[in-house]
């Protein structure tokens, strides 16, 4: 009892976080945090085809929380590995620095360009250039304007809901649905084996990288400093 009782206290901020991002997952409200995850998806992707020698000629995303990478080359086994594993790792890094650094404001300023890099070379759709034009300029104004707590709030709501997507997102593309042409399909075809096992193994991945990244990544406590006086 004491022990959970110490967990609440040390991390009340982040379960109360953590709780309403869930209560409103399926709203309006929340949608940009689930684009924002798919872009950090097809990010990885683009990532690794071009690490592996790869040449990536499109990335897109849409409002319905799609999103695909064009590319020729590169290592298709990485390639295809990387959206659901590299969003999620994406997250857990801006968590634990979120947590456990003060580089909020860097690091926030680093994704905010990242994000108009990727927009300017390989963003062509009109909803994805104006999505990812405007959250890099958000980004960059927050971390130059806003407080460093503000700013270690958005890593934190990144990192959560990244967490908190990428084994919905596997679970409902891979096993609960794996008629649809998603990685593990393509991986399936491609490599073998089937849908289902893929799914199944990043869905095993991603709850081990959440599991480790909760263990290490938390400490004895994560609640942000909050002003003695308005």
Do not use: K
């Not at 110490?6 to 689930?34: E, K, Y």
């Not at 990387?82 to 969003?87: D, K, L, V």
């Not at 994704?111 to 759709?125: E, K, N, P, S, W």
């Amino acid at each position: 009892m004491q022990a959970l009782r110490r967990v609440i206290t040390g991390h009340w901020q982040l379960i109360f976080l953590t709780l309403l991002i869930v209560l409103l997952w399926s709203t309006p409200a929340v949608l940009p945090l689930r684009i924002l995850t798919v872009f950090l998806h097809e990010t990885s992707h683009a990532i690794v085809t071009l690490a592996t020698g790869g040449e990536v000629l499109n990335l897109t995303i849409d409002p319905y929380e799609g999103g695909s990478v064009t590319a020729r080359g590169g290592n298709r086994f990485l390639m295809l590995s990387a959206g659901y594993t590299g969003s999620l790792l994406i997250g857990a890094a801006l968590f634990v620095i979120a947590l456990r650094t003060d580089w909020d404001r860097r690091i926030l300023a680093l994704f905010g360009a990242l994000t108009l890099l990727v927009a300017a070379i390989y963003v062509r759709d009109l909803f994805a250039l104006v999505f990812t034009l405007t959250t890099g300029v958000l980004m960059l104004a927050t971390a130059r304007y806003l407080s460093l707590a503000v700013n270690d709030l958005i890593l934190r709501i990144i990192g959560i809901s990244s967490m908190i997507y990428a084994p919905l997102d596997i679970w409902d593309d891979t096993i609960a649905r794996s008629y649809l042409r998603s990685d593990a399909r393509m991986m399936a075809e491609e490599i073998g084996g089937t849908t289902v096992i893929w799914g199944g193994l990043w869905l095993v991945i991603s709850l081990a990288v959440i599991g480790v990244t909760l263990r290490y990544g938390l400490g004895r406590s994560s609640n942000i400093a909050l002003p003695r006086s308005l």
